[in-house]
């Protein structure tokens, strides 16, 4: 059985004909991954589109922290299928923004399942995580389901974040805080995450 982390031998995807330079999904970080265990065939199910607006985008929600291997080592896996298929990622580090994970708890809400990461979204279907994007992909069917995403060049990095995908809040320059004149007094950014981070607005717009 193949390391989904590094060094797959999965078959990579044909080359979309045209390469979108909106989104990145370049991380900066690297991991050691696992050997994934087969899973039974996963049953796709139909999926309501909202929250998740373009045709065919392609959500990862994911974790940069190291705390828990397994989960960062997945976290890598599905990174490195899709970036195989060179397409697009609208990667979402629900460790950088607690509105993020939150955002990820309800949509896993509303379909009846536990949070779990990583989570992979096409086109606002959810295919579920490590194990199941990796029998979906042996299968043959991912590269159906991601047929018609926009093409991303993998070796693209955003010169803005560096592939972070976070960058201080251009606000209050990421102290959390700005001054109101009117006032006479600081008040909390209303702009920015708890980190004092905004997504960056020249690769996940």
Same mark, same amino acid.
């Given at each position: 059985?193949?390391?989904?982390?590094?060094?797959?031998?999965? !078959?990579?995807?044909?080359? !979309?004909?045209?390469?979108? +330079?909106?989104?990145?999904?370049h991380?900066?970080?690297?991991?050691?991954? &696992? *050997?994934?265990q087969?899973?039974r065939?996963?049953?796709?199910?139909?999926?309501?589109?909202?929250?998740?607006?373009?045709?065919?985008?392609?959500?990862?929600?994911?974790?940069? @922290?190291?705390?828990?291997? &397994?989960?960062?080592?997945?976290?890598?896996?599905? +990174?490195?299928? @899709?970036r195989?298929?060179?397409?697009?990622?609208?990667? *979402?580090d629900?460790?950088?923004?607690?509105?993020?994970r *939150? =955002?990820?708890q309800?949509?896993?809400?509303?379909?009846? &399942?536990?949070?779990?990461l %990583?989570?992979?979204?096409?086109?606002?279907? @959810?295919?579920?995580?490590?194990?199941?994007?990796?029998?979906?992909? =042996?299968?043959?069917?991912?590269r159906? @389901?991601?047929?018609?995403?926009?093409?991303?060049? !993998?070796?693209?990095?955003?010169?803005?974040?560096?592939?972070?995908r976070?960058? %201080?809040? !251009?606000?209050?320059?990421?102290?959390?805080?700005?001054?109101? =004149? =009117?006032?006479?007094?600081?008040?909390?950014?209303?702009?920015? $995450?708890? $980190?004092?981070?905004?997504?960056? %607005?020249n690769?996940?717009?």
């Amino acid at each position: 059985m193949d390391d989904v982390s590094g060094g797959s031998s999965w !078959p990579y995807a044909k080359k !979309p004909h045209q390469l979108s +330079r909106s989104m990145t999904y370049h991380h900066p970080y690297q991991g050691q991954g &696992r *050997r994934l265990q087969p899973a039974r065939r996963h049953q796709l199910q139909d999926e309501p589109r909202a929250r998740i607006p373009p045709q065919q985008a392609v959500v990862l929600y994911t974790t940069s @922290l190291r705390g828990v291997r &397994r989960t960062f080592a997945d976290c890598s896996a599905v +990174r490195a299928v @899709l970036r195989g298929f060179r397409v697009a990622v609208d990667e *979402r580090d629900v460790s950088m923004d607690a509105a993020l994970r *939150r =955002e990820l708890q309800g949509l896993l809400a509303a379909r009846g &399942r536990a949070f779990a990461l %990583p989570q992979l979204f096409v086109g606002g279907r @959810l295919l579920g995580g490590a194990d199941e994007v990796r029998q979906l992909h =042996e299968a043959g069917e991912l590269r159906r @389901l991601l047929d018609g995403a926009a093409g991303q060049d !993998p070796a693209f990095v955003c010169d803005a974040c560096g592939g972070v995908r976070f960058a %201080p809040c !251009p606000a209050c320059a990421g102290s959390r805080k700005v001054f109101v =004149e =009117e006032e006479g007094r600081a008040r909390l950014c209303g702009d920015c $995450n708890e $980190n004092g981070l905004v997504r960056c %607005p020249n690769c996940c717009s």
